[in-house]
T-cell receptor
Framework: DVKVTQSSRYLVKRTGEKVFLECVQDMDHENMFWYRQDPGLGLRLIYFSYDVKMKEKGDIPEGYSVSREKKERFSLILESASTNQTSMYLC?????????????FGPGTRLTVT | QKEVEQNSGPLSVPEGAIASLNCTYSDRVSQSFFWYRQYSGKSPELIMSIYSNGDKEDGRFTAQLNKASQYVSLLIRDSQPSDSATYLCAVIGQGAQKLVFGQGTRLTINP
């Protein structure tokens, strides 16, 4: 079974704090993704990475950065948290090639910025 | 035009009936198609993948793909209350790693 874990299920931070969200997968997947999900807006891609130290912007990268130093770990960083970053954050991973690209999600982190 | 479109629902189906969920997509070169189930407050769970035209069955679930009409659907037979969830359609293009998700259809199975 694919397992994607995220560091926290719930997180409360103050405006202006630097926030780190961690994601780890145990299936040796090349690709990793960070999404946020908000009511009425669906899943929106923030960043993704297709290899160690590689990253690409998704649809809404502003206010976020990422780090991928090891294949199994992909971190999302909120440099200076703001209230409009209150959301559910979802990490996913997938392998490449053939008919794969199935993405498997972690349990999510519900972040509240006050 | 949205790239992946789903009826947001809610779709209400009596227990034991067939639930039919539909999805259309705009990119003709899309190659792979996925259905995810998401319970309230939880993360999406992959339930079906389909890559070629026709039907693919897995237990009570059947995915149907028609690339000419750019249409993919999910049928749930013998619907159970535990099937009540939001169902997300996702599509990936050729050579791409990113999925494009629809907004999801909220399904309620009434006992």
């Amino acid at each position: 079974d694919v397992k994607v874990t995220q560091s926290s299920r719930y997180l409360v931070k103050r405006t202006g704090e630097k926030v780190f969200l961690e994601c780890v997968q145990d299936m040796d997947h090349e690709n990793m993704f960070w999404y946020r999900q908000d009511p009425g807006l669906g899943l929106r891609l923030i960043y993704f990475s297709y290899d160690v130290k590689m990253k690409e912007k998704g649809d809404i990268p502003e206010g976020y950065s990422v780090s991928r130093e090891k294949k199994e770990r992909f971190s999302l960083i909120l440099e200076s948290a703001s209230t409009n970053q209150t959301s559910m954050y979802l990490c996913a991973s997938s392998t490449s090639g053939g008919t794969s690209y199935e993405q498997y999600f972690g349990p999510g982190t519900r972040l509240t910025v006050t | 035009q949205k790239e992946v479109e789903q009826n947001s629902g809610p779709l209400s189906v009596p227990e034991g009936a067939i639930a039919s969920l539909n999805c259309t997509y705009s990119d003709r070169v899309s190659q792979s198609f996925f259905w995810y189930r998401q319970y309230s407050g939880k993360s999406p769970e992959l339930i079906m993948s389909i890559y070629s035209n026709g039907d693919k069955e897995d237990g009570r679930f059947t995915a149907q793909l028609n690339k000419a009409s750019q249409y993919v659907s999910l049928l749930i037979r013998d619907s159970q209350p535990s099937d009540s969830a939001t169902y997300l359609c996702a599509v990936i293009g050729q050579g791409a790693q990113k999925l494009v998700f629809g907004q999801g259809t909220r399904l309620t199975i009434n006992p």
